[in-house]
């Protein structure tokens, strides 16, 4: 086999190696997107539940709500339904009363949050 050759099968097999370490990081990245899409939504569904089924006047019913949507904010990477998030539990911890009596409201906008995850362009 000529040098030329061996140089020509050697830079292909690096070519090869390369593309599909390219391709599998990929992959990897996406699954990890979806797999934290799910997450978020999983843990909407959680303060929703809350929301729509317990007493948030109870202080550990809300403890346990601020924490869903706490981790639903960081399992978020859309910018716009994080700073949602982030701006509802920003109201649960420091004005609480804002949506005790008022849990439908609340459920509808976490509803909503968890419509746009995973749906922005």
């Known amino acids: 086999m000529k040098f030329g050759t061996k140089i020509l099968a ?3 097999a690096v070519i090869l190696a390369v593309g599909g370490f390219s391709a599998g990081r990929y992959a990897e990245n996406q699954e990890n997107m979806q797999t934290r899409q799910q997450r978020c939504r999983m843990l909407i569904g959680f303060a929703v539940d809350k929301a729509e089924s317990e007493d948030l ?3 550990d019913t809300m403890e346990a709500l601020i924490s869903n949507v706490y ?3 960081y399992y978020c990477d859309e910018p716009a339904a994080a700073e949602q998030l982030h701006d509802l539990w920003n109201t649960l911890i420091f004005e609480p009363e804002t949506y005790t009596g008022g849990e439908e409201v609340l459920a509808e906008a ?3 949050v968890a419509h746009s995850v995973g749906t922005a362009p």
């Open 10 to 12: 050697l830079l292909a």
């Open 57 to 59: 006047s109870d202080p």
């Open 71 to 73: 981790a639903a904010y």
């Open 110 to 112: 976490l509803q909503g």
